[in-house]
């Protein structure tokens, strides 16, 4: 099995909207509901370790621990325009299923998905 | 070339693809797959002239590249997991044929055409791993550096191992639009020959029409059911049966009713017609209607069929275009619908057709556009299309022709 790492991307931009990048209250109803039912998928499939949505990048502090006294400084660690919204980290046998299970999440989420492999602990 | 020099190349087009795909299955890393069968093939070429050449060649060269794999873990100290096993699991009993689904080259074959490569890498993988083309020869043939290729070849096998892109023919719920996809490479090395064969200077990459030919028929023969490999199939073939008629002495492209048919090949030909009437009779007994290169083959097989171009029964090429919008309603397939119309209807109809379509940044809209306006009398309209087409052609073949038939407009 493999793991892998989903984020949702984002924009800043959105973030402040009304609906938060969606189109109305019944649409981010709707997403939270589809996002909800995923998740219960990918349980009972035995594929979910983790998930969860993020707070703003606003919310952010860097902490730089490499020196002799930790430094912190408030925001993001970069300045991009597009940021990580929400992730899941799954369990999978294979890339395939890992691409499969995006496709469904970016449908229930309504938004573009990265995957990624996490290193193995083999 | 001596029989033994043709033994080794006969081999290494028969057999290349069988080892690195036997050996990336039993090992589980391309890497070791093809520098294990690299390293067969020298060994090869160094023995076969002193020993003579086995009679089994493919096993032969399985074996020895076994060994040499085998040999190459031994030596690594650093080895993960799998190799480990694979080596403790290792036999030297041969690999039981299997049925055609589960040919170890259909895995490599969809393994290097994932669609989470890019397509640049899918294409250079495919003729690298599955294809047995060298390093310096796919780069020569994409006319890029050689340590770009080598980069992109690299990057590919390291993405298929960090992100376990697995080693296996898709699920058959998935299997139509993987197929589409290695298709679509396949169809992407030959056009990348087709469409630059006027160019005299890269005459090497011609020899990607008869590469993709090749592979393609590998797909065929391991697919022998599905319609549009078949239709892939026929349509390179119909098209390469037209090469040294497409192109003139002077380095100019020749129109396909222009062309000298006495000089087409008639043996690509018959083969290219065989498989459309295949899979015409597949169709008409209530199997699944044709996809877009069975279409294109079909289109084809009707131009390929008369001696000469005004004999082309161009009803029949409007109807299967008409099919093909149905398939992929795309302004390309409309402008080449046009074409047809312009032979069925005149140019009239033809451009008022073209003239809905939005291709400005297609060469090939603005010379059919020129052809029409020319054949209309309309030779300021027409020349300044000429102008356009050239500006964006990128064939100096094409360029060649183009600028002939602008500078004929003058003397009309």
């Avoid at chain 1, 189109?23 to 983790?50: C, H, I, P, R, W």
């Avoid at chain 1, 730089?64 to 046998?93: C, L, Q």
């Avoid at chain 2, 994932?114 to 020869?137: D, K, Q």
């Avoid at chain 2, 033809?350 to 010379?367: C, K, P, S, V």
Wanted: net charge negative; aromatic share 6%; glycine share 6%.
């Amino acid at each position: 099995m493999v793991q892998y790492l989903m984020s949702v991307w984002g924009s800043e931009e959105d973030l402040e909207k009304p609906f938060g990048g969606y189109e109305s209250e019944e649409q981010m109803q709707a997403s939270f509901a589809a996002t909800g039912a995923f998740n219960q998928k990918l349980m009972d499939q035995g594929y979910f370790v983790f998930a969860n949505g993020l707070d703003s990048p606003k919310t952010a502090t860097v902490v730089d621990g490499t020196g002799d006294k930790p430094v912190y400084t408030d925001g993001p660690y970069t300045e991009a325009k597009e940021f990580i919204g929400g992730f899941w980290v799954i369990d999978v046998p294979n890339l395939d299923v890992a691409l499969e299970l995006a496709a469904e999440g970016s449908a229930a989420c309504l938004g573009k998905v990265e995957v990624r492999p996490m290193h193995g602990v083999e | 070339m001596t029989d033994v020099d043709e033994a080794i190349t006969r081999a290494h087009h028969e057999e290349w693809a069988r080892v690195v795909a036997s050996l990336t299955r039993r090992f589980g890393d391309l890497d070791i797959a093809e520098d294990a069968a690299a390293e067969a093939f020298a060994v090869a070429v160094e023995r076969w002239p002193l020993d003579g050449v086995p009679p089994n060649p493919g096993a032969w060269l399985t074996t020895t590249a076994n060994r040499r794999a085998i040999d190459r873990i031994r030596r690594e100290s650093k080895r993960d997991d799998k190799q480990k096993e694979a080596v403790a699991m290792h036999d030297d009993t041969p690999h039981e044929p299997l049925g055609a689904i589960e040919d170890d080259r259909l895995r490599l074959l969809f393994t290097c055409c994932h669609p989470a490569l890019a397509p640049e890498a899918r294409i250079a993988l495919t003729l690298r791993m599955v294809g047995g083309l060298t390093v310096p020869e796919i780069a020569k043939a994409f006319l890029v550096q050689e340590t770009t290729m080598g980069q992109r070849i690299t990057r590919a096998k390291n993405k298929i191992k960090a992100a376990h892109i697995p080693y296996r023919v898709p699920e058959a719920a998935d299997l139509p639009e993987r197929v589409s996809g290695v298709l679509a490479v396949l169809f992407l090395v030959f056009n990348e020959g087709y469409l630059s064969s006027g160019d005299h200077e890269n005459a090497v990459r011609s020899d990607l029409t008869l590469e993709a030919i090749r592979l393609t028929r590998l797909v065929r023969a391991l697919l022998p059911d599905d319609g549009e490999v078949a239709g892939l199939l026929a349509l390179m073939l119909l098209i390469e049966a037209r090469r040294t008629a497409r192109v003139s002495a002077t380095g100019e492209l020749v129109r396909l009713d222009e062309q000298d048919r006495g000089s087409w090949d008639l043996a690509l030909i018959a083969e290219g017609h065989a498989l459309v009437r295949e899979r015409l009779a597949v169709v008409a007994n209530g199997g699944p209607g044709p996809g877009r290169y069975q279409i294109l083959a079909a289109i084809n097989a009707v131009h390929t069929s008369v001696r000469d171009a005004r004999d082309t029964d161009w009803s029949q090429i409007v109807a299967l275009y008409d099919q093909m919008i149905r398939v992929d309603a795309s302004p390309i397939v409309r402008l080449n619908r046009a074409i047809a119309v312009a032979e069925l209807d005149g140019p009239e109809v033809a451009l008022a057709e073209i003239d809905r379509l939005d291709l400005d940044d297609y060469h090939a809209f603005h010379a059919t556009r020129a052809d029409l306006l020319r054949r209309l009398g309309r030779s300021g309209e027409s020349r300044a299309a000429y102008d356009r087409a050239i500006e964006l052609a990128e064939n100096a073949a094409e360029v060649a022709l183009l600028t002939r038939r602008r500078d004929q407009l003058g003397r009309i």
